[in-house]
C-alpha cells in the first residue's frame, strides 16, 4: 500500500487563515452595517416627510368637513324655505282657482 503525500498545516498557520477569514468577514459586515445605517436613515427621512404631508391632509380633510358642515346647513334651510314657498303658492293658486298641471 502506497502511502498518499499529506500536506501537513501547523496549528499555528491553521490560526493565522481562521484569523484572516475572520478579519474579512468583520469588514464584510461593517460595510453592509454602515450600508444599512444610510439606507434606514433615508428611510426614515421619506417617513418624516409622509407624516408632514398627512398632517397637511388631515388640515385640509377638517377644513373641507367644517366646509361641507355649512353647506348641509344651507341645504336644510333651502329646502325647508322652499317646502314654505310651494305650501304659500298652493294656497294662493286656490284662492285665485288656478288649478295644479
Known amino acids: ?7 501537513k498545516i501547523t496549528v499555528e498557520r491553521l490560526a493565522e487563515m481562521s484569523q484572516r477569514e475572520f478579519g474579512t468577514i468583520h469588514a464584510e459586515l461593517t460595510t453592509v452595517r ?3 445605517r444610510e439606507g ?19 388640515e385640509i380633510l377638517k377644513l373641507i368637513r367644517e366646509d361641507l358642515k355649512e353647506v348641509k346647513s344651507d341645504v336644510v334651510t333651502v ?18 282657482g288656478l288649478m295644479k298641471s
Open 1 to 7: 500500500m502506497a502511502e498518499q503525500p499529506t500536506n
Open 34 to 36: 454602515t450600508e444599512m
Open 40 to 58: 434606514f436613515g433615508a428611510v426614515e427621512g421619506r417617513f418624516g416627510e409622509m407624516d408632514h404631508r398627512f398632517d397637511a391632509l388631515a
Open 79 to 96: 329646502n325647508l324655505d322652499y317646502t314654505e314657498l310651494r305650501t304659500r303658492i298652493d294656497r294662493l293658486e286656490k284662492k285665485v
